[in-house]
């Protein structure tokens, strides 16, 4: 997940423009003008940009810039060349460090169910390693927050010398320093997701009625012939994908799996890898802190951009001439210089 790592970066704009920018800009105003549109729009965002769920990197987006995320939606496209690289290197290092711990196998998939079995099954595996005391890498989580579902994907969990279950989330950089406190804050929010959808699974809290309704998924499909295959070399036997769905839920649910105990920030160097820190992030009550998050999915608020505080993420933001909410931010800033006069 380092898309919300390469918006973290904040990295210098290239002066050149890449190819294609111009005609994406001048769409940009379009999609602005259609917005005017949008107040009269009775969906929700949800509906409008047809999600079934979040993502937690979603929310890490949302909570650097919602602006800026909306526009990632509705411009897809839009990065920049460097942009692009950065994401290269840091999935590249992820993958590296997956690698270690396990072999990676293509499973052929037919329907939608298929590919949420694959999903599925990875989770079983990784109850199964878990619980023998095993490390795991990309350990899949699933769950509902204030009414939205949410997908994410732990990059680590394993037991400490002292028995506790940590999560290690791995942070790549694109500079050999520390993040600042407003990307922390991006990466504090998304390991605490992480560890209030994981401690829900293993309570036996995933309910199977709402991810079939949020997702529109049909548990009385037959799997597809790969799909079996491969849960069969897993030693099971399912036929559709509410068999795959309901042993899932019973191996969470009688696995004694405690709850995530720690909560640690690996940020490495891209270029060579390196370890630049460590940070250990502290739990609180993250459904508060989400409310207002929540409440732009839900279409109880309009869209918002970065505080005038922040007003300097602007400057590295793919959406800078476009932006709707800037040129309101300008207002405002015009308006409190001249009263300040
Ligand atoms: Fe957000 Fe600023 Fe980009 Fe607008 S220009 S989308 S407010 S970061």
Redesign the pocket.
Known sequence: DTSETVNAENPNCSTELPEGYLQRVEHGKETAGKRHKRKSDARNPLERYHMKYLCVTDLCAQGW?E??MV?SIELPGFLQPERVALMDRGASIHLARELEVHDIVSVCTKTREDSWAVKFLNLLTTISVLQAGGPVRECPVFGEIDGIFLVGVIDELHYTPKGELELSELKTRGRPSLPTNAQKRNHHLQVKVYKHMFDAMVRGQMNLDNLIRHLCLRPEQPLGAHVKEHAEKAGLTVNCFGDLLELTCLSLTFSDLPNIDRLTLEYHYQKDNTLIGTETVHFGNIEEELQDYMAFWKGWRETK??DIEEAW??RS?N??DI?E??KT?GTVINHTKRTKQ
């Open positions: 810039c602006q800026q526009y951009g970065v993420k602007c933001c959406y800078v932006c909410w800037r931010m």
